[in-house]
């Protein structure tokens, strides 16, 4: 049987849509309200974060660490967006991706990231004041544009 241009045309149709329905487990859709910088930087002071990580540009009062516990820097300039789901993904779900820059061994045991676990014990309005604060202090880093010589007729 030949294949009307109409068919073939709602057939495409029915591909692309079903190839734009989000999957459930997806992140589309999910919106944080405004958090505060300032808050942000008390909470991740209270909460002891420094004792494994620095924030480019922000000094803490220094916390005993454990020696074998390498230090993970957060903020400075990246090559990639560090968007709030990011953010968000590595303070609740810390064992869904690793930082990059590091040898598995050194952020992670056994598949699981050794940092600490806050679900039980961090509020939601810690959470978004601590993403507000980490976001403050990302930038991205912009390639410089390569520049054509104007080339006259
Ligand atoms: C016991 C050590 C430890 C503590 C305490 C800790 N972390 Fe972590 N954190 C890690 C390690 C190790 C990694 C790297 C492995 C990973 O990505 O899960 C990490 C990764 C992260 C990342 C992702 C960094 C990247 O470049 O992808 C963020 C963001 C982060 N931590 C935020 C926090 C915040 C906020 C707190 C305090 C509420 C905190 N961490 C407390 C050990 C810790």
């Known amino acids: 049987m030949k294949m009307k241009p109409i068919h073939v045309a709602l057939c495409l149709l029915v591909l692309i849509s079903v190839g734009c329905t989000p999957d459930p487990k997806s ?10 910088i300032q808050r942000g930087q008390q ?12 924030v480019k540009g922000v000094t803490f009062d220094t916390l005993e660490s454990s020696a ?17 789901g990011d953010l968000v993904t590595s303070i609740i779900n810390p ?3 690793f930082a990059t ?10 598949g699981e990231s050794k940092m600490r676990r ?10 978004i004041d601590l993403v507000a604060f980490l976001e403050s202090h990302y930038s991205v ?3 410089d544009q390569t520049r054509y010589v104007p080339f006259h007729f």
């Open 43 to 54: 909470t991740f002071a209270t909460l002891h974060c420094q004792a494994c990580h620095t």
């Open 141 to 143: 880093i912009q390639y």
């Open 118 to 127: 806050y679900n039980n014990e961090m509020t939601v309005q810690q959470l």
């Open 95 to 97: 064992s869904h991706r």
């Open 101 to 110: 820059g590091y040898a598995e061994e050194e952020v992670a045991t056994d």
């Open 68 to 84: 074998d516990q390498k230090m993970v820097a957060l903020g400075g300039a990246k090559t990639k967006v560090q968007t709030y």
């Open 27 to 36: 992140g589309k859709g999910f919106t944080l309200p405004e958090g505060d």
